[in-house]
């Protein structure tokens, strides 16, 4: 057996594609989930049972539970991908986001520590370009200064810097990759990229009547979360440990991101108005939607305070890590989920209308 993974957050998008890839490595993959009545584990439903993945029980709230894990797999890396991620939802829950995104990255390298792991095992911890928040500099790199500009973003920058800590004092392999944006067809349903994704898809086959969107002019660099992962390991293989911007080096509009989903869909968008009254107007495609308002902006959905102007400059990946950004073109990406979103939305709605008509059949007694 080759080398031994330990991944926190294995459950999601970037968990998920990392497992895949370490298990194609030759790797022994372990996966922490935590204890819930509600199974989260669809994106590796598919991987269980495989020989070399195991799951085991613990929580980043919980520094016991960690250590115990941590002992029994005496990993030789360890990816945190764990972490409470949506900005919103740390404006509305700011101390679990703090619990979670700042002092669970202090709870591992304190359980490699008590385990007597820091001298041979390596640690990535999950860094994010919310860091540049109220940027200072475009494009964003290395040495940009940090501007945190929500409670996500500054729980993140305390991971950042501890783990910069524990490097200096203890000697130890750990380090952050600042990754800007990157999603999937396994991103969470409520992250903008793919509430986009999937309301073009319900929108043409008739099951949404409209989408509603925050600020339109929002820019961010978007990259594919399966490329990303690669990065990730990259990292844990070089002589010495350095933090490193994973981006694209292209940027978009939200307007924009939403504008080439609908015309993956089969839809043309007129853009009208501006701000708050700025709408989405379908010019081409089914005929009942022709002339009808499909996308619109809604007050609720601004952040207190909103980064704007995200984009990041990958030139030190590229060049120490050996890693290619275009892999997978911004088009490309928009043009994946859509499809697969399209696929998902059909399937969703031949379920329903089985359902329908068995629910029918067994009122008129036509089965039992």
């Known amino acids: 057996m080759g080398k031994r993974a330990l991944i926190t957050g294995i459950t999601g998008q970037d968990g998920s594609f990392l497992s895949e890839f370490l298990l194609n490595k030759g790797y022994e993959v372990h996966g922490i989930i935590r204890r819930s009545s509600v199974d989260f584990r669809e994106r590796i439903a598919h991987l269980e049972g495989k020989p070399g993945f195991h799951l085991h029980f ?5 520094s016991m539970s960690i250590v115990k894990v941590v002992g029994q797999v005496q990993p030789d890396e360890i990816y945190n991908l764990a972490a409470q991620s949506h900005v919103q939802v740390s404006f509305d829950a700011p101390e679990f986001t703090a619990d979670v995104d700042a002092v669970g990255v202090l709870r591992i390298l304190e359980a490699v520590r008590a385990c007597h792991l ?12 919310e860091l540049y928040g109220k940027v200072e500099a475009v494009p964003q790199n290395e040495e940009t ?5 929500s409670p996500y973003a500054v729980a993140k920058l305390y991971g950042y810097w501890i783990v910069k800590e524990y490097r200096e004092a203890y000697g130890m392999y750990c380090c952050s990759g600042i990754l800007f944006n990157h999603e999937s067809e396994r991103r969470g349903e409520t992250f903008v990229t793919r509430k986009i994704t999937l309301a073009a898809a319900r929108i043409a086959q008739g099951l949404q009547d409209r989408l509603l969107l925050g600020n339109l002019s929002s820019k961010r660099d978007w990259g594919y979360a399966r490329d990303y992962v690669e990065c990730m390991w990259l990292m844990l293989q070089q002589e010495r440990p350095d933090d490193y911007v994973i981006a694209t080096g292209v940027q978009h509009t939200v307007r924009e991101f939403a504008d080439l989903a609908f015309r993956h869909v089969g839809i043309t968008l007129r853009w009208e108005g501006e701000g708050a009254d700025e709408k989405g107007i379908c010019t081409a495609g089914p005929d009942r939607l022709v002339g009808k308002i499909l996308v619109a902006v809604s007050p609720d959905f601004y952040r207190p305070t909103d980064v704007v102007n995200l984009l990041g400059d990958p030139s030190k990946a590229r060049r120490e890590l050996g890693w290619d950004p275009a892999r997978t073109s911004f088009e490309q990406l928009v043009a994946l989920m859509a499809e697969a979103d399209m696929a998902k939305v059909a399937a969703e709605g031949a379920a329903a209308k089985v359902r329908t008509n068995l629910a029918e059949y067994l009122e008129k007694g036509i089965v039992k």
């Not at 820091?118 to 370009?129: D, F, L, N, W």
């Not at 200064?145 to 500009?149: D, W």
């Open 58 to 62: 613990a929580d980043l709230g919980d």
């Open 118 to 129: 820091e001298k041979r095992c390596r640690i990535y911890q999950a860094s994010t370009s």
């Open 145 to 149: 200064p940090f501007h945190p500009y």
